[in-house]
């Protein structure tokens, strides 16, 4: 090599370079000092006891050092990693969104499995790794700063799993401590614990045996000072005391979450990087929009007489006049800016009308229910149907009936995680883009995905278990202006009523808002409305949208999807006094269309029965290939599926045709009815078929052809039958020993009517 290179290495890992003459080794090199750095750096983490028997582990500097932060999370025998990374540069500085990414993926090879798919890898992201992604966005998301809009991506990585410990509240800490520890601009940490409840008993971070039994599954997301960041669970009608404690026992152990993740950040994290967003002429341009803008806005907000296209054209309106009136007074004016800052105008101003006169931009007070219609039976053909309007929200549900083997297929991961193998209940939301007088993409994207499993969740604890059907709910929303997924619980809820579903309480929803004044340093709230029943500008100006659901003793689904960094147990108890009083006043609403389960079944409603056969009726009831359960199906529609040996259940879309396919039943099995035979009796049995094991016998017309095994055709061994001469249409002796106790076949020989010594007379 031409190049002579000396060098030596110093305490701290650094070389220094004499003389390079070659850039591609000088190269090589530099990696071996990056290499070098990172030899002693190899695992750093911190332990956190959450009570006598459970602790988690979070570690760094191992893993994707690449990353912004990393660090894995450790529960038992599940790992989860998680990686931080955020561009430095962004190419609209005056984006009103902070564009954060979250992808959260199963792995089936850290469950020890090949994905079952025909390519046998990982595709799309399945239903629960979406919703498990949005869990981890509404925990982080708060926390960045003001003005952050720097596209970040938070990545989740399942490392193990052990089917015992749930991933997804290790991924909300993982991703907490990724950020906390890298230099990404960010207000956190948050901690995140998992609330079961069991004979009484609050349960940190259960099992999934343990859940089980639990009557509430809830995630708590905290951040220091004890501020809620977020809530979101379901339970099984678990009463208002009981869930207050859950919150603040669980506020209260993510704290010491929150310190270990500061522990690991003050000795291992990286310096924040920082940012500066330089606007010219900001203070100007806000005065002048304000000016402009401000009276007009107020009086838009006030006038309780505007709907929500009305009030939308209204301020459109009111956005465009000052666009065209700040052109005539700038030149080379930035409209995206003038555009943001007005609507930052608006938002302050629609929140400063609140405070003044304890009234809303529709003229109801804080605690106001809007007007609420409710119909049921809306079409004949279907099995149960609703239509629930409450405002400008109208959304109409369907609830279909199937059989059990309709019921929805868990992926093996999911099944792995949630112990759930298959559903018999399940609910599709659907959001078309008319509903908000707007066109675009059809079809169910994350936002469908997530409203539809939190109405599931409230309206499962409700259904029987023992339910004989698979049931289907659908959901449409036909208007929206707020709360659509809570409308769509209470419509459900009737909808299922009137399926005659037997539920043992209707269940209604509510959102609760939240407006907040902070002081003058930003560190505290000094005041705050709570809003009942929110519009869709009062979630999307507001800092809170607080969904709740519940039958008349309890809760059974809460989300609560807040705003800002944090909020104080205090307002969070407040809302769910104020939610207890307006679902009361919900569901009696409700009542005035149905009361309770439909008990007189509707003429279409589809039915089960069980039927008893025997053992050795089971060929006749089936047919060869399964013909005659086909060919039931396509005449009649009713389903047969085995239960057992001797018990099916039958399942037709109706009585009607229940009643067809039981006589066609009747006919199969009934059709000249079998002799009854004689154990050891000696019978003549007719040859219908020669098989290369036996011969298919008949020993009356009316009986099924049964097999006489070669084994038991000759004192001999024999190969095949046609060594003996047997054809078809020939008869032969038998005795019979009665139907095998498993097969129900009938046990025939012929070779016990043979006398012995035939034997000895053909081998000499």
Same mark, same amino acid.
């Given at each position: 090599?031409?190049?002579?290179?000396?060098?030596?290495?110093?305490?701290?890992?650094?070389?220094?370079?004499?003389?390079?003459?070659?850039?591609?080794?000088?190269?090589?090199?530099?990696?071996?000092?990056?290499?070098?750095?990172?030899?002693?750096?190899?695992?750093?983490?911190?332990?956190?006891?959450?009570?006598?028997?459970?602790?988690?582990?979070?570690?760094?500097?191992?893993?994707?050092?690449?990353?912004?932060?990393?660090?894995?999370?450790?529960?038992?025998?599940?790992? !989860?990693?998680?990686?931080?990374?955020?561009?430095?540069?962004?190419?609209?500085?005056?984006?009103?969104?902070?564009?954060?990414?979250?992808?959260?993926?199963?792995?089936?090879?850290?469950?020890?499995?090949?994905?079952?798919?025909?390519?046998?890898?990982?595709?799309?992201?399945?239903?629960?790794?979406?919703?498990?992604?949005?869990?981890?966005?509404?925990?982080?998301?708060?926390?960045?700063?003001?003005?952050?809009?720097?596209?970040?991506?938070?990545?989740?990585?399942?490392?193990?799993?052990?089917?015992?410990?749930?991933?997804?509240?290790?991924?909300?800490?993982?991703?907490?401590?990724?950020?906390?520890?890298?230099?990404?601009?960010?207000?956190?940490?948050?901690?995140?614990?998992?609330?079961?409840?069991?004979?009484?008993?609050?349960?940190?971070?259960?099992?999934?045996?343990?859940?089980?039994?639990?009557?509430?599954?809830?995630?708590?997301?905290? $951040?220091?000072?004890?501020?809620?960041?977020?809530?979101?669970?379901?339970?099984?009608?678990?009463?208002?005391?009981?869930?207050?404690?859950?919150?603040?026992?669980?506020?209260?152990?993510?704290?010491?979450?929150?310190?270990?993740?500061?522990?690991?950040?003050?000795?291992?994290?990286?310096?924040?990087?920082?940012?500066?967003?330089?606007?010219?002429?900001?203070?100007?341009?806000?005065?002048? !929009?304000?000016?402009?803008?401000?009276?007009?806005?107020?009086?838009?907000?006030?006038?309780?007489?505007?709907?929500?296209?009305?009030?939308?054209?209204?301020?459109?309106?009111?956005?465009?006049?000052?666009?065209?009136?700040?052109?005539?007074?700038?030149?080379?004016?930035?409209?995206?800016?003038?555009?943001?800052?007005?609507?930052?105008?608006?938002?302050?101003?629609?929140?400063?009308?609140?405070?003044?006169?304890?009234?809303?931009?529709?003229?109801?007070?804080?605690?106001?229910?809007?007007?609420?219609?409710?119909?049921?039976?809306?079409?004949?053909?279907?099995?149960?149907?609703?239509?629930?309007?409450?405002?400008?929200?109208?959304?109409?549900?369907?609830?279909?009936?199937?059989?059990?083997?309709?019921?929805?297929?868990?992926?093996?991961?999911?099944?792995?995680?949630?112990?759930?193998?298959?559903?018999?209940?399940?609910?599709?939301?659907?959001?078309?883009?008319?509903?908000?007088?707007?066109?675009?993409?059809?079809?169910?994207?994350?936002?469908?995905?997530?409203?539809?499993?939190?109405?599931?969740?409230?309206?499962?604890?409700?259904?029987?278990?023992?339910?004989?059907?698979?049931?289907?709910?659908?959901?449409?929303?036909?208007?929206?202006?707020?709360?659509?997924?809570?409308?769509?619980?209470?419509?459900?809820?009737?909808?299922?009523?009137?399926?005659?579903?037997?539920?043992?309480?209707?269940?209604?929803?509510?959102?609760?808002?939240?407006?907040?004044?902070?002081?003058?340093?930003?560190?505290?709230?000094?005041?705050?409305?709570?809003?009942?029943?929110?519009?869709?500008?009062?979630?999307?100006?507001?800092?809170?949208?607080?969904?709740?659901?519940? $039958?008349?003793?309890?809760?059974?689904?809460?989300?609560?999807?807040?705003?800002?960094?944090?909020?104080?147990?205090?307002? !969070?108890?407040?809302?769910?006094?104020?939610?207890?009083?307006?679902?009361?006043?919900?569901?009696?609403?409700?009542?005035?269309?149905?009361?309770?389960?439909?008990?007189?079944?509707?003429?279409?409603?589809?039915?089960?029965?069980?039927?008893?056969?025997?053992?050795?009726?089971?060929?006749?009831?089936?047919?060869?290939?399964?013909?005659?359960?086909?060919?039931?199906?396509?005449?009649?529609?009713?389903?047969?599926?085995?239960?057992?040996?001797?018990?099916?259940?039958?399942?037709?879309?109706?009585?009607?045709?229940?009643?067809?396919?039981?006589?066609?039943?009747?006919?199969?099995?009934?059709?000249?009815?079998?002799?009854?035979?004689?154990?050891?009796?000696?019978?003549?049995?007719?040859?219908?078929?020669?098989?290369?094991?036996? !011969?298919?016998?008949?020993?009356?017309?009316?009986?099924?052809? $049964?097999?006489?095994?070669?084994?038991?055709?000759?004192?001999?061994?024999?190969?095949?039958?046609?060594?003996?001469?047997?054809?078809?249409?020939?008869?032969?002796?038998?005795?019979?020993?009665?139907?095998?106790?498993?097969?129900?076949?009938?046990?025939?020989?012929?070779?016990?009517?043979?006398?012995?010594?035939?034997?000895?007379?053909?081998?000499?």
């Amino acid at each position: 090599m031409a190049a002579f290179i000396r060098c030596r290495l110093l305490n701290n890992n650094n070389l220094i370079f004499s003389s390079i003459k070659d850039v591609r080794l000088k190269n090589v090199l530099q990696q071996f000092r990056y290499c070098t750095k990172y030899k002693e750096n190899d695992d750093k983490s911190v332990e956190i006891l959450l009570s006598d028997k459970k602790k988690m582990t979070i570690s760094t500097g191992k893993y994707a050092r690449f990353a912004d932060g990393c660090a894995v999370v450790n529960a038992g025998n599940t790992d !989860v990693l998680v990686t931080a990374v955020s561009k430095t540069y962004t190419s609209n500085l005056q984006q009103s969104f902070m564009p954060l990414t979250v992808d959260y993926r199963q792995k089936a090879a850290a469950a020890g499995h090949i994905p079952t798919n025909f390519l046998r890898r990982e595709l799309g992201p399945s239903e629960h790794e979406i919703l498990t992604s949005r869990l981890i966005d509404r925990s982080i998301r708060p926390l960045f700063p003001i003005g952050y809009n720097y596209e970040t991506q938070i990545i989740c990585n399942m490392l193990s799993i052990d089917g015992i410990n749930d991933p997804d509240v290790l991924a909300i800490n993982g991703a907490s401590a990724a950020l906390a520890l890298s230099d990404i601009p960010w207000n956190g940490p948050v901690g995140a614990v998992r609330i079961g409840f069991i004979d009484n008993e609050i349960i940190l971070n259960p099992t999934r045996r343990e859940l089980d039994g639990s009557i509430l599954n809830l995630i708590v997301a905290a $951040t220091k000072n004890n501020l809620v960041v977020m809530l979101e669970g379901f339970a099984d009608n678990i009463f208002d005391q009981d869930l207050r404690k859950a919150i603040k026992i669980g506020v209260t152990k993510c704290q010491s979450i929150i310190e270990s993740i500061d522990e690991l950040k003050k000795k291992y994290g990286k310096k924040k990087r920082a940012f500066e967003i330089v606007l010219k002429n900001y203070d100007e341009l806000y005065n002048s !929009v304000k000016f402009l803008a401000e009276l007009k806005l107020r009086e838009t907000f006030i006038d309780s007489k505007h709907d929500k296209i009305s009030r939308d054209n209204a301020v459109n309106d009111i956005r465009q006049q000052t666009l065209d009136n700040m052109k005539k007074s700038y030149e080379n004016l930035d409209l995206t800016l003038v555009t943001e800052i007005f609507n930052k105008i608006a938002r302050n101003i629609f929140r400063e009308l609140i405070f003044e006169t304890n009234k809303r931009c529709d003229g109801r007070d804080l605690e106001g229910i809007r007007n609420i219609n409710c119909e049921v039976d809306l079409y004949k053909v279907l099995h149960g149907s609703a239509l629930f309007q409450r405002g400008q929200t109208q959304v109409f549900c369907t609830a279909t009936l199937d059989s059990l083997e309709s019921a929805m297929k868990m992926d093996i991961i999911s099944s792995m995680t949630s112990g759930i193998k298959k559903k018999n209940f399940f609910l599709h939301y659907e959001f078309p883009p008319f509903a908000t007088n707007e066109t675009g993409r059809t079809g169910t994207g994350r936002r469908e995905l997530g409203h539809g499993a939190l109405a599931e969740k409230a309206l499962r604890p409700v259904i029987p278990n023992d339910f004989p059907f698979t049931i289907r709910l659908t959901s449409e929303v036909f208007e929206s202006n707020g709360s659509s997924s809570m409308a769509t619980v209470c419509g459900g809820s009737m909808a299922l009523m009137d399926a005659g579903v037997p539920i043992d309480s209707s269940v209604a929803g509510v959102a609760i808002g939240l407006v907040t004044k902070y002081n003058k340093s930003k560190t505290e709230i000094e005041d705050y409305r709570i809003l009942t029943d929110i519009l869709g500008i009062e979630d999307y100006l507001g800092d809170m949208d607080f969904k709740i659901a519940g $039958t008349k003793n309890g809760y059974t689904a809460l989300q609560a999807d807040i705003k800002i960094p944090g909020l104080p147990l205090k307002i !969070v108890m407040e809302a769910l006094t104020q939610a207890i009083r307006a679902k009361t006043k919900i569901r009696l609403k409700m009542h005035e269309a149905i009361q309770q389960p439909r008990t007189i079944q509707k003429d279409n409603m589809p039915v089960t029965q069980v039927l008893e056969v025997s053992i050795h009726q089971r060929g006749k009831l089936f047919g060869i290939a399964g013909k005659n359960v086909k060919k039931i199906y396509f005449d009649t529609g009713v389903q047969v599926n085995s239960q057992d040996e001797t018990h099916y259940t039958l399942f037709a879309p109706n009585q009607l045709a229940m009643d067809e396919a039981n006589e066609m039943i009747r006919d199969l099995l009934e059709q000249e009815r079998e002799p009854i035979l004689e154990f050891g009796g000696i019978y003549t049995a007719k040859i219908v078929e020669l098989r290369e094991m036996g !011969v298919m016998v008949k020993l009356f017309d009316s009986m099924m052809p $049964t097999l006489l095994h070669n084994s038991q055709l000759d004192l001999r061994f024999i190969r095949h039958p046609s060594a003996l001469g047997y054809e078809v249409g020939q008869e032969i002796q038998v005795k019979y020993f009665g139907r095998d106790p498993v097969s129900g076949e009938m046990r025939l020989s012929r070779k016990v009517l043979l006398p012995s010594s035939s034997v000895v007379r053909s081998l000499s």
